[in-house]
């Protein structure tokens, strides 16, 4: 039986806070996927979301053609090699990985299985940030400011976690903003960094045809932070993404199902996500004591 109108069988690893009011209900809501069950380290979160729960990571691979991901990012690296081998597409958070090592591992399995792979880089599904994109591809860019500043790392937020701790605002949200700099502005080409990387990290990017762009991130700000800005400027005018608090993640099973069913790849592959964590790498390098 033809398959490609069926929706995509998506098996679910983790099940913290982020799959259970993001992954989850993503997968379940259809019409493009469905949630074919869970895998986590602690199978009693793994029941409240509604779908089966397996054993091992390998019963829930019989069970699925695709693999999403809603972990730690050392743990991603891990299972999504895994997955990979298995024969699975993948739907990778961001960071691809936790070290430069381990995102090198994953990107390559990924490419030696001709796996399909897709990061939830969330910003770049909503209409609001792709007519920015547009905009911004019409105006000559000469350069950019972001920032990302928030008190996420302070109290008892549901996702300050571990590893959140440990790395800092360059890993979490870094990934988003240089991204989203990397499409406006053209592509990457050198970042100089400043600053304190569990604190305020301060980037400098050298973008493809002489663009610069300018990147400030925090998780330690007290108060009541404005929200993430996005800005460029080009020799034909400017372009502004607006704040917005629609939900993507509909635009991201919809686009994931069709990269399973119709190849092709994705823009956003698990390739994308190893040239933004040498990136941030680079950055991590000049900010290490």
């Known amino acids: 039986m033809d398959n490609r109108r069926e929706p995509v069988a998506v098996g679910l690893i983790g099940a913290g806070p982020w799959a259970r009011m993001a992954h989850a209900p993503m997968l379940a809501k259809g019409p493009h996927t469905r949630l074919a069950g869970v895998w986590a380290r602690r199978p009693e979160a793994a029941a409240e979301l509604g779908a089966p729960v397996f054993a091992t990571v390998e019963e829930l691979f019989e069970h699925c053609e695709a693999v999403a991901f809603c972990v730690p990012p050392a743990v991603q690296a891990e299972y ?33 299985a001709g796996v399909a792979s897709q990061l939830v880089l969330t910003l770049r599904y909503a209409p609001q940030t792709r007519a920015f994109l547009e905009r911004c591809a019409g105006i000559d860019p000469v350069g950019g400011h972001a920032a990302n500043i928030s008190g ?12 959140r701790h440990a790395h800092g605002p360059l890993l979490d949200v870094g990934p988003h903003v240089i991204d989203l700099l ?13 600053g304190d990387p569990l604190g305020w990290t301060g980037l400098l990017l050298d973008h493809e045809g002489g663009a610069v762009s300018e990147v400030s991130l925090c998780m330690t700000a007290a108060g009541d932070p404005p929200p993430p800005s996005f800005a460029v400027y080009g020799r034909a005018g400017s372009a502004v993404l607006p704040h917005f608090d629609d939900d993507p993640l509909e635009t991201v099973a919809e686009e994931f199902a069709r990269t399973v069913r119709d190849g092709g790849g994705h823009p956003l592959d698990a390739a994308h996500g190893l040239r933004l964590q040498r990136i941030i790498a680079a950055a991590q390098a000049q900010l290490a004591p």
């Open 80 to 112: 999504a090699v895994r997955a990979a081998r298995a024969g699975k597409a993948l739907l990778l958070e961001k960071p691809l990985a936790d070290t430069l090592e381990n995102a090198e591992r994953v990107a390559g399995a990924v490419a030696e």
């Open 182 to 194: 990397d499409a406006a502005l053209g592509r990457v080409t050198g970042v100089r960094a400043h």
């Open 152 to 163: 996420l790392l302070l109290a008892d937020h549901p996702f300050a976690t571990p590893w």
